[in-house]
């Protein structure tokens, strides 16, 4: 097959163009192309979530999309979540304080559905935590320190959110 | 001294995991490297007549096709692990155990013995085109009866799946203490049931994967695999291929959890480092859910047969099983979990009089490993159901009927009266198994539920409560090793045979050597899963890590601090007893102001140093120690689970689970209860949701996440969780293994709970997993049951 087709998408902020078939999962551009392997293939047929990544802001389980449909989008990824070797962001923190992994291989999907979830709901409920989560599946924790990690990450972002506006008030 | 063991000190993992920079086989790029897809058999037993590999070789791109003719008397075929199957001899006195020998080709070859298997195999530049290759491949198969059924692939005359196993039994065995059949005749109360555990499926969220780079120069091949035993892997590729061990490295990068499966040996692991060795490319395969679900392997499924004879207050007196497990197509780890099902299944009570009889037989369905809990599962879902159905036959509590059998503290420790797997009498070392039982019990207020279950029922709620417990053999030997040296920069480097999928062995591992050595878990760096780090290794799985890898960790440290200390006296002219190690500073007791760090030690300690040691202190900083254990630890718990359960729909609400566990010495509690929270999630997935299912033509009916269903954040409750130390005697932490009890107990205490909401009906599960549509049924039929007395 090499009936290829330009693709432009903005990934993590940076402008990628590449000539691509058109059968190419997303997932696949994203790894094997943009070489960003943060992004995993738990089931390759929408259930477990582990590939969700941001697209134009909602989350998207990138190995039900091919990168063509991607063509013109704002794409995110885990790796967009803080800078090469810099500190975590408080989401990932939250993560790491609350042993809300194990092996880690689901951790990336989580992490995005929940950047997602948290920009709206900034106090999120038990509930609405595990609702939030139920499209993701993680076979090691559990599920019980996520919850918890969210809950401190909700807590800590409204903390920072309320002394910020508090500076700009100033 | 104890500083960090014991703390939730945060792992070291976990940065480049949540940064999404950790690497698993599927992130790993070479260049040049190919991709492979395999043809599975679409059948669960048929000859395989010809195979049409012309178009797929012709299409671009594609280098090679490869078929069982093609590996015939060049790839020796997968055989039973020896590591983990030999029977030692004073077990085997006492079992007088039947083997047949059974093995799988990487490929098949003249025939397929179950649904996806292996039958050619394409690599192409990249995976598109080797699944386009793969769908030009024909393959025409002639159909043979498929053995579906383990109760009729026994019976004479019935096909066999392998055809050097008679009547299908892989293997049996005989254990027996006392004299069961005679108690039973003499006894006023008994109680036969059948109890079944359905075929699982492990399903790590990262499917399996292989990578292999040959170098034709020094025709050294390395082999990246996703794997919990790279040191197994070593030596099948070693076997299989008839290459010389030493030029083969395998290593387990970070590896999306196991459970079990990913500790057998898969035909992929030999097959593509071949490949790549014939191509001279390397080449990559990862597996996908489909082929996860159809081809990885699979485990429990027994049957058991009980017959139990008991007095009128409960007392067990004796206990007959005979049980069969359903093995798949191949046995390749013997008597593991069947022996496991057999020396724990009496778990913490005491039944003098113990009659067990296992066979284990092959079927067209994939070959079962041990999956967390590894026979266990199985063992406890028995036990505690006959606990439960003994209770409800005397309308006693079961709390009663399991005080009334449990060894007490004061016998500790306690002799079975039979052997454990490895050889040695099966003696629990410690543990207080009615106070956990009574801790848990306060827990969830076992009486306050009971009034309320009360109070409710009149409101027509059907709550109930159930108890399951379990004493669990952990730490299997044969050993692990760690290897230590300090490097030029100061650093303490840890090699460990011990391969992780999640459970934290960088940080843990760091916090034991940080203790031992007078360090912070920062100095010290921690090197697993790869056969290169140490010479010999066993891996992860069996709870074995802490005990058997931090054993060895806390030995070898404590030789290289006596190193330390010895070239300390010599530079600060003083006695090594009068050296103290603190947060990395090596001073003299007497003057703590001047002091060494590790970094002096090791320019001291070069084999070039001037002035060079006295000779009796070898150079360089260096040291090893293998942990061999005496035998495994006892750890054990208690689970209760809570359920509401919906009488018209079937439907379950798991609303609590609580838990008191022994795990000996904890050496990092965050972690600890990550594991008991996980495990416990894995044992009510199989409680409530998951089951492998096969039609009778032997198809696979669970190939996907909506027919096998996994439990996500809404069915998984946040455990309770009640802690007991009792340290074991059996090494020198005190540890004893964590990793899979959690998933040991709920299926039992799930059950039971359901049974006991729905006492009126007098309901009996003894079937797994209890579905909506599986209970509704059984509410049905006892509600028909009884409006047919009632009419009467």
Redesign the interface.
Known sequence: ?SNKVQVAVFVNGKKVQKKV?P??LLTDFI?EEC???????????G??G?CTILVDNEPVRSCLMFAVQADGCDIQ???S??SVDGP?NVL?QS???N?A????????GF?MTLTHFLIDNENPTENE???A???????????????KAVQQAAQILQKEKSNSSVVSAQ | MKKYVGQSVKRKEDYRLVTGTGQFVADIKLAGMLEAVFVRSPQAHAIIRHIDTSKAKELPGVHAVLIGDDIKGIINPITQFESHSAVPPNVAKEINPKIQYNDESVLAIDKVVYVGQPVAVVVADNRYIAEDAADLIKVEYEQLKPMVDPYEAMKEGSPLVQNQVEQNIQMEFHLSIGDAKRVEQQSNHVLKARVKTPRLSSNPIETRGVIADYDNRTDQIHVWSATQLPFEVRATIAHCLGWTEQNIRVTAPDVGGGFGPKGGVHPEEILIPYISKRLNRPVKWVEDRLEHLTSARQSRDQVHDVIVAYNSDGTILSLRDEFVVDSGAVNFFGFTCAYNTAYHLRGAYKIPNYDIKSRIVLTNKTPNVPFRGAGRPEAVFTMDRVIDMIARKLKLDPVEVMKRNMIQAHEMPYDQGILVKDGARLIYDSGDYPAALNQALAMVDYEGFRERQKELKKAGKNIGIGISSYVEGTGAGPFEGALLSVDSTGKVIAHLGASPQGQGHETVFAQIGADALGLTPDDIVIKVGDTAVLPFGAGTYASRSAVNAGSAMHEASLKLRNKVVAIAGIILGTLPDEIVIEEGKIFSKENPSHFLTLQDIYKRSRPAARPPLPSEIEPGLQVTHYFVPPTVTFASSVHIAEVEVDKETGFVDLQNYSVVHDCGTVINPMIVDGQVQGGIAQGIGSALYEEVVYNESGQLLTGTYMDYLLPTSMEIPTVKKGHQQHLSTRNPLGVKGVGEGGAISPPAAIANAIVDALSDLEIVINQLPVSPSRLRGLIKEAEKKQSTILSK
């Not at chain 1, 070489?35 to 047929?45: I, K, P, R, S």
């Not at chain 1, 989560?133 to 919850?147: D, E, K, P, Q, V």
């Open positions: 097959m078939e059968r190419l790894r070489n960003l392997t943060g992004t995993h293939l738990g089931c390759e047929h259930v477990c582990a990824t885990v790796e979540l803080n975590l990932q993560f790491s304080d042993h992994l194990q092996c880690g291989f689901c951790t990336p992490l935590i595990r609702e989560i139920s499209g993701n599946l993680c076979r090691c924790t559990g599920y019980a320190n996520i919850i």
